[in-house]
Nanobody
Framework: QVQLAESGGDLVQTGGSLRLSCAVS????????MGWYRQAPGEQRELVAE???????NYADSVKGRFTISGDDAKNTVYLQMNSLKPEDTAVYYC?????????WGQGTQVTVSS
């Protein structure tokens, strides 16, 4: 059973930084594409960043140069380092992966950026 557990969300000021963590169990994350998504109130969930099984990364245009996705094999954990945060980054952030045509989601962690 795949389980994803996010943590690290907080209230920060504009320009601040946060690191989100996604603890993965049931799979070895390196064998899958792992993604960070976010959903703001009244908005659709959107892909923020992803890391492929080959180690490649992709980012939404809105976060390029500010966010970095990475992973720790020993901890089987995926991270999202977020710098230069803006109020428009405020959202619930989710970790997700697709395995055997089933998409798995964590419970989400709230990030709030105050202006």
């Amino acid at each position: 059973q795949v389980q994803l557990a996010e943590s690290g969300g907080d209230l920060v000021q504009t320009g601040g930084s946060l690191r989100l963590s996604c603890a993965v169990s049931g799979i070895i994350f390196r064998g899958y594409t792992m993604g960070w998504y976010r959903q703001a109130p009244g908005e659709q969930r959107e892909l923020v960043a992803e890391i492929t099984s080959g180690g490649g990364t992709n980012y939404a245009d809105s976060v390029k140069g500010r966010f970095t996705i990475s992973g720790d094999d020993a901890k089987n954990t995926v991270y999202l380092q977020m710098n230069s945060l803006k109020p428009e980054d405020t959202a619930v952030y989710y970790c997700s992966t697709l395995r055997r045509k089933v998409r798995y989601w964590g419970q989400g962690t709230q990030v709030t950026v105050s202006s």
